[in-house]
């Protein structure tokens, strides 16, 4: 069922020449955890993340995601002293929107100012005098896309933007409705949200974003997932003699093709067999199963 590596093929982000294989990496987990704080301070093991990340890029990996509130600064540091300089044809994406309290918290920080400040540390600790793509994440509800206004956030990024600082703007955590709103302020080539096959409520969301050329990212391919999924993806990777996370990126993949995934590991091992997924095809049958499991999460306004 596995074949030669080909990251799922290629994707150009709208109003550019920057082209992405659709299997990217996502390096959230390159931070480390102290205690309850997750995704805060260094890894263990800091030249085991540096190993990592050069091999996300010797694999033919072109697209990571990261942002300097992961850490907070810890990842985008590792990052520039893996890979710095870089290739010419990887493309950073990183988001801002929030900052990190002393206990760990995620809080939003969405002032013309902090703004600002996010841009310009993300800047200084990824090496960069540009951001290729800046992803505002919309923090009405820290968990899950909820209504309401971003135009003045967005605003702020479309400023930066015009000022050189930043090329692309992204959106993350958003509901169509504010998809819609962004547009008409700016160019968006890119959406982040969470989406798997237990977490469909963007289905029509991706049918639009991809009638007009703009990316579709998908995060936590695995996550939420209910005993029932969890079982019922096990029992298809086992009849494919794959593992449940190559059949969820699978079939992400074959969803749409503007559907861009960012599988995050901190395992070399890992981070190998998420590669693999690009050359895993579902069979029609294996398809049609899967997408009658329920979906179990639609967003709250």
Known sequence: ???????????????????????????????????????????????????????????????????????????NQIIRKSLFPYPDDLVIVTK???????DGSWIPALSRDELTAAVHDNLRNLGLEALEVVNLRSMFNVHQPAEGSIEEPLTVLAELQQKGLIRHIGLSNVTAAQVAEARRIAPVVCVQNQYNLAHRADDALIVELARDGIAYVPFFPLGGFSPLHSDELSEAASRLEATPMQVALAWLLQRSPNILVIPGTSSLEHLRENLKASTLQLPAEVLAELEAMP???????
């Open 1 to 75: 069922m596995l074949q030669e590596i080909d990251l799922g093929g290629s994707f150009t982000l709208p109003g550019s020449s920057r082209t992405v294989n659709r299997i990217g990496y996502g390096a959230m987990q390159l931070a480390g955890r102290d205690g309850d704080k997750l995704v805060w301070g260094p890894p263990r093991d800091v030249q085991g993340a540096i190993a990592l990340l050069r091999e996300v890029v010797a694999s033919g990996v072109n697209h990571i995601d990261t942002s300097d509130f992961y850490g907070p600064h810890i990842t």
């Open 96 to 102: 801002v929107s929030a900052r990190r309290g002393e």
């Open 295 to 301: 979906n179990t999460m639609m967003y709250a306004s």
